[in-house]
């Protein structure tokens, strides 16, 4: 395949970062008199930028407070929960150990805020191994649109037809396909692996977490 980078999305993918996210989320609804905002409403969203999923929120409630408000605020919640309860997925540490061992550039391309994306990384010990990461707040279209993937390629100097994504959600495994990337699918929740986007997927591992090899998805990558 001649895999040059390997582009990981964050959330969700290399770290379990969703129940921060979600807690982040009910905290600051709470705030604006929204009660009983649970996780099969979070879920929904899995995959979806955060400033996206605050605009359909903001519609769906009819919050007055403007947009760029909730982001403000939710990430601040999020920041102080991210640094104690947000762990990378042991398989993929794997991985990215493997990745780093061979010489494979790595980066990060994810929804989350720049900030949020480095507390993580270094929260995980895994700030070290990533050339550079890439925020959907710094290209214009979040995912299911390419713009973060193409971004990250573009910096790496790698040509998207040599990227790998790892991906956990349907937007972001299209959003690989749009950019010409091949995409590794591990969802994090599997009972969403019959959505249709998760067919554009080159490697699926529909059992999720549970079922991710780091040895075989290494394999085949460097195949």
Known sequence: MDTRAVIFDLDGTLVDSEPAYYEAGRQLLARYGVDGYSWEHHARFVGIGTEETLAALRAEYR?????????AGKNRIYLELAGRTVRAFPGMRELVERLRAA????AVASGSSPRAIRAVL????????FALTVSAEQVEHGKPAPDV?????????????????LEDAAPGVTAAARAGMRCVAVPY??????????ASADLLFPGGQREFDAARTYAWIMS
């Open 122 to 129: 270094a929260g995980t010990g895994l700030d070290g191994a």
């Open 63 to 71: 919050i007055a407070a403007p947009v760029q408000e909730l982001l």
């Open 189 to 198: 929740l599997p009972e969403q692996a019959d959505d249709p986007a998760f």
């Open 149 to 165: 993937f193409l971004a990250a390629a573009e910096r790496l100097g790698v040509a998207p037809e040599r990227c790998v994504v």
């Open 103 to 106: 010489g494979v550039p790595m």
